[in-house]
């Protein structure tokens, strides 16, 4: 089964903390969308007659485009493979791009799933992130969404500058009112080149420590926890049978191809595991989207393992202690290396299987090197 992500690398504006690669210009989207199809037909034998369950439409803004271009990938796409009858179709929506029939629309073009970047409902957090939108699109926007789709997601950020608990209390005060589906948390980060960085740098701004998102993060478990959603990834929160197909088949390793300028794909053929990422450019996307791929690995044994580790504990779907020991040159420091992640509180070992803590979910990705580590 495969899953197919598009990229779509238009915005209106950037938003102060983006480091993402996007352009403004909206006078490249239809040649973009030319290039696009171009790059579709090129991949025709990695899709004829496979069965795809999902399809995301992430970005940049993909909300902004015309809902004519979705359609015409849509039906081009369908032409090739098959999609199952109870296929994920996601699109990445900003709230002000929801106003009017546009959500008609998208959902009139087969989209059965937004994700929509709400990221605060306080004016005060939207504003220092640079966002165009107001809180109330917002509330209209995830309103009027739950109303017509299957599912609805939407997207917090935490440890903005100056946030206090009180303000992130009310974020998910809003958002679990909402009942929705699926919520996705993310910590602020501060990424070089970015405007929030240079106001940091130049101490207009401060963020929050690291005890403070901490304290934050633990917050979004608890209350996230006590309004019946699953944490199933470190930043992602479903009720029973909401959570992103899309997201899971990736961080499962199953395959997945992308489309677009830095789109990756991840491919299985005849057991050789390879790894491709797409151009990032999009003046040389557009120019030669039969070969976009600039990027192309077949996975060692060895990176095959340490994938595996990373994103096992990332879904928290227990790492099994056997498997890692495994080509593991920790050798019996495992023990010992194990003990002393518990004794943080940081992992629980269950039978043999290793999943991480409330606490532990923070470091994921830390706790993954060390358990990895020669
Ligand atoms: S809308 Fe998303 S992708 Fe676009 S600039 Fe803002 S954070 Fe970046």
């Not at 903390?17 to 579709?40: I, K, N």
């Not at 109870?86 to 106003?99: F, G, R």
């Not at 959902?107 to 939207?126: C, P, T, Y």
């Amino acid at each position: 089964m495969l899953s197919l992500y598009v990229h779509i690398p238009f915005c209106r504006t950037r938003c102060s903390y983006c480091d993402f690669y996007l352009v403004t210009r909206q006078d490249l989207v239809d040649p973009f969308f030319e290039a696009l199809l171009a790059e579709t037909r090129a991949r025709l034998s990695l899709l004829k007659g496979r069965s795809v369950k999902a399809i995301h439409f992430g970005g940049g803004t993909p909300s902004l485009l015309p809902v004519r271009h979705l359609v015409r990938w849509l039906e081009l796409a369908s032409t090739y493979c098959s999609f199952t009858p109870d296929v994920e179709i996601t699109l990445e929506a900003n709230p002000e791009d929801l106003a009017g029939g546009r959500m008609f629309e998208l959902h009139a073009a087969g989209i059965n799933r937004l994700s929509i970047g709400v990221q605060s409902f306080i004016q005060r957090k939207l504003a220092a992130l640079g966002r165009s939108h107001t809180r109330e699109d917002a509330l209209r926007a995830v309103r009027a969404a739950g109303d017509l789709f299957q599912s609805v997601s939407v997207d917090l950020i935490c440890a903005v500058p100056c946030e206090t608990r009180d303000e992130w209390a009310s974020d998910l005060r809003d958002a679990t009112a909402l009942q929705l589906p699926h919520l996705s948390v993310y910590m602020l980060s501060v990424e070089p080149k970015t405007r929030l960085h240079r106001k940091v740098s130049r101490g207009e701004v401060t963020v929050p420590d690291e005890d403070i998102q901490a304290t934050l993060y633990e917050d979004a478990l608890g209350n996230l926890a006590g309004h019946g959603y699953r944490h199933y990834e470190v930043s992602n929160f479903s009720v029973e049978g909401h959570h992103s197909r899309y997201n899971l088949a990736c961080w499962m390793r199953e395959p997945y191809i992308g489309f677009g300028p830095s789109a990756h794909s991840f491919i299985r053929e005849g057991g050789v595991e390879i790894r491709q990422a797409n151009v990032s450019v999009l003046s040389r996307y557009i120019a030669d989207p039969q070969n976009a791929v600039t990027f192309y690995e077949e996975l060692s044994e060895k990176e095959r393992f340490l994938e595996q580790v990373f994103l096992t504990l990332r879904i928290n779907s227990g790492l099994d202690i056997g498997f890692l020991r495994k080509g593991n040159k920790l050798g019996h420091y495992m023990t010992e290396k194990i003990e002393e992640l518990t004794a943080r509180g940081w992992v629980l070992d269950e039978g043999g299987q290793l999943f991480l803590t409330s606490k532990g979910f923070l470091f994921a990705d830390h706790i993954a090197g060390e358990l990895v580590s020669d």
